[in-house]
């Protein structure tokens, strides 16, 4: 539907647009070409916090952001400029058509809920069944010190429903770690971001395995020969996850609900830097020793 001309919202210009003074057709949600604009004349928002951008803008926010991030990992905003940045034209769509395929996705997008602290209790999540979802999730959330309302709003994307989708991605990543027991750490996040990959074709979720060659050595090794194979299978041969609805799962059998999805857990990432931590200080121990018994 076609917002009325005379309807104005006051948007307020992020840092990371550039500020490039070219004339370009916008194209609405219907995508009917509207009218051309500027960045110093932008056109009303598709809904509330919506910051249009231009050709120009949006290709200087996907490099400036995946520059940046993979410089910071930690940069959360960053990524999630880069993933809204890179997820128009195609991806963003095809992922919503994905949804409405399938009649769970469908209810998703009809009554649009939201993860936060305050539409889930955690502390009613912690008195839940050892091996339920919500248990698992809230276990993972008080394990790695994370919390449910650190997901940035989106912004960068003009249709309002594709918006909500990469909102609801965005909400759902922590199930994500909690489904696949990996740890927020970078070499936990880019198992994850492959396994997104393969399973949402999100350009920001491939885009994200540039970072490992911020590991070590080790690290890559065990990446490129245990993890990133785990990530295409699973990712590949499990149903879309952003179908799931979470909110109704909580109480069910998360391992139940892996083998429903077609996912298998990878090896325990934290005890496997953990043995092999342990392995090098025995090592290490086991030299010294040498040495001192040759002086």
């Known amino acids: 539907m076609e917002l009325p001309a005379t309807k104005t919202f006051r948007v307020i210009a992020s840092p990371a647009i550039s ?141 309002e429903e594709c918006a909500y989708v990469m909102q609801r991605y965005r909400e759902c990543h922590d199930f994500y770690h909690a489904l696949t027991g990996l740890p927020v750490m970078v070499e936990g996040e880019v198992a994850l971001k492959a396994f997104e990959f393969a399973n949402t074709l999100l350009p920001m979720t491939g885009l994200s395995m540039f970072a490992v060659t911020r590991l070590k050595p080790a690290e890559r090794t065990r990446f490129w020969s245990t993890y990133l194979p785990w990530a295409i299978e699973n990712g590949i041969r499990s149903k879309e996850v952003i179908n799931v609805y979470w909110e109704e799962q909580l109480e069910r059998d998360v391992d139940e609900l892996r083998a429903e999805l077609g996912i298998r857990q990878p090896p325990d990432l934290r005890e496997t830097r953990r043995t092999m931590r342990e392995q090098s200080r025995l090592a290490k121990e086991a030299e010294g020793r040498l040495r001192a018994s040759v002086a």
């Open 19 to 159: 500020l490039i003074g070219i004339v370009l057709p916008f194209r609405r949600t219907t995508g009917i070409y509207c009218r051309a604009f500027s960045a110093l004349n932008r056109p009303a928002p598709n809904y509330q916090g919506h910051v249009p951008l231009t050709s120009p803008e949006r290709g200087a926010l996907a490099v400036g952001s995946a520059f940046v991030s993979l410089l910071n990992p930690r940069r959360g905003d960053l990524i999630a400029a880069l993933g809204e940045a890179t997820a128009t034209p195609y991806f963003i769509y095809r992922l919503r058509d994905a949804m409405l395929a399938d009649p769970t996705g469908r209810r998703i997008l009809r009554n649009r809920p939201r993860i936060t602290s305050h539409t889930l209790s955690l502390t009613s999540l912690r008195t839940l069944p050892k091996n339920s979802v919500g248990r698992a999730y809230a276990t993972w959330l008080d394990r790695e010190g994370v919390s449910p309302d650190t997901r940035d709003t989106v912004k960068y994307i003009d249709d």
